[in-house]
């Protein structure tokens, strides 16, 4: 009886961060528009994500430390190393994500980069032991098989494309990484510090990235300036400040399934903004996603 009370407990418990975790997807899944919408490449367009959200997120993290002044700081160099760190890695996760667009069909690297929820479910339990059901493998099966449902006929193997896949794969290894260090790191800071610092780190990776990629850091219009800042505000601050907030709640590998939410929301978006048309295989890829994240989500274990 007591067991049972304490699993009703931490569902009840979980219910916000689920609703977090699904908000911050929609909210990330807008980054392509921004990203399309750009007056600058895609290099500067992603340097300004991190950069133009970091003044909001440090009032954040000082607001949560005057609210909460029982909140952990970062103490030494070990600590701002891995809360820059896990910065670097959505560094990379951003940097070949973009490669890949540039390699490859969009297709193609949209479905790669969505492989993330398997390097996460591998990385969680060979690197902290975490246990995963038959029911959430079947759930990230489906979720995945909807992912490349979405991605349309326009997927295609070809030689042309193996290296802008590659990037696709690495963008994924990168995503993974960020949402375990992020994981771990909201066992001891809250999502405030962990945003903060580590968009430190994201900025200060993307920066040398984008000026040796050569393409122009300024945006030459006040509606090039108001994209970025939504970029940083909406997709950054509060998507990805949304998900960090649920991953010390939520198991990393339930969490990386739930973000394939991401690319479902992308096309919705793509389809109201854009007016870019959505075939009844894209839809039937979303609701399989959709699908796959609920049967994760019963079969995922805290």
């Known amino acids: 009886m007591a067991e049972r009370t304490t699993q009703t407990d931490a569902a009840r418990a979980d219910k916000p ?3 977090a975790l699904l908000l911050g997807a929609v909210l990330v899944g807008a980054s392509p528009i921004f990203v399309r919408l750009s007056e600058l490449g895609p290099m500067a367009t992603a340097f300004y994500r991190p950069f133009l959200a970091i003044p909001v997120l440090m009032l954040w993290m000082v607001a949560d430390r005057q609210r909460n002044p029982e909140t952990r700081r970062p103490a030494g160099r070990g600590d701002y190393l891995r809360l820059l760190l896990a910065g670097a890695f959505f560094a990379g996760d951003l940097a070949f994500w973009h490669l890949s667009i540039m390699n490859t069909s969009v297709a193609n690297a949209t479905l790669f980069a969505n492989f993330a929820p398997i390097f996460v479910t591998l990385g969680a339990w060979l690197l902290f032991s975490h246990r995963v059901t038959r029911q959430y493998l079947v759930g990230m099966t489906l979720a995945l098989a909807g992912a490349a449902t979405l991605a349309g006929e326009s997927f295609a193997m070809a030689p042309a494309n ?15 990484s960020y949402i375990l260090a992020v994981s771990r790191l909201r066992a001891g800071f809250s999502a405030a510090t962990t945003m903060a ?22 945006a030459v219009t006040f509606y090039g300036w108001v994209l970025l800042v939504g970029l940083a505000l909406l997709s950054h601050a509060a998507g990805q400040g949304a998900i960090a907030y649920a991953l010390a ?7 990386s399934v739930g973000l394939l939410l ?12 854009l007016s870019e ?23 995922s274990r805290r």
Request: charge should be negative.
């Open 17 to 19: 961060a689920l609703a």
């Open 162 to 176: 193996l290296l802008g896949d590659f990037f696709g794969l690495v963008t994924a290894m990168f995503l993974a």
């Open 197 to 218: 610092w580590s968009s430190v780190g994201t900025a200060a990776v993307l920066l040398p990235v984008a000026l040796l990629a050569g393409e122009a850091m300024i």
């Open 249 to 255: 709640h939520l198991p990393p590998g339930f969490s």
């Open 262 to 273: 991401e690319p479902v929301a992308a096309a919705l978006l793509a389809w109201i903004i």
């Open 277 to 299: 048309a959505i075939t009844p295989w894209q839809a039937a890829g979303g609701a399989v996603i959709l699908w796959g994240i609920l049967l994760a989500r019963l079969g």
